[in-house]
């Protein structure tokens, strides 16, 4: 069983930079086998898919909104994925959750993260 958590989040100011770590807590389950996605949901929003790292050959994909802004990667050694958000924005203000999928593509999510709060401020 995957058990995805998050870590990494806070409060910034905006234009500085956070690094969200998603590890697997299971030890027994590795996360380059799966495809994983970064989401987060804003208040009163629904939740929107930021970037996402596909199993078959690691390529990402990023939401116009955060691209040239945030990183995704992954760190087989450490079963982690990292996503590094520079030059945030107050819009970046949500929730962050991992999500993990069987998929190379993510087209359907197996699992969702606890989830971490980012904070940008003026």
């Known amino acids: 069983q995957v058990q995805l958590v998050e870590s990494g989040g806070g409060l910034v100011q905006a234009g500085g930079s956070l690094r969200l770590s998603c590890t697997n807590a299971n030890s027994g389950f590795t996360l380059e086998d799966y495809a994983i996605g970064w989401f987060r949901q804003a208040p009163g929003k629904a939740r929107e898919g930021v970037s996402c790292?596909?199993?078959?050959?690691?390529?990402?994909y990023a939401a116009d909104s955060v691209k040239g802004r945030f990183t995704i990667s992954r760190d087989n050694a450490k079963n982690t994925v990292y996503l590094q958000m520079d030059s945030l924005k107050r819009e970046d203000t949500a929730v962050y959750y991992c999500?993990?999928?069987?998929?190379?593509?993510?087209?359907?999510?197996?699992?969702w993260g606890q989830g971490t709060q980012v904070t940008v401020s003026e």
């Open positions: 999500a993990a999928s069987g998929s190379a593509y993510l087209r359907t999510v197996d699992y």
């Open positions: 790292l596909t199993s078959k050959d690691d390529s990402t």
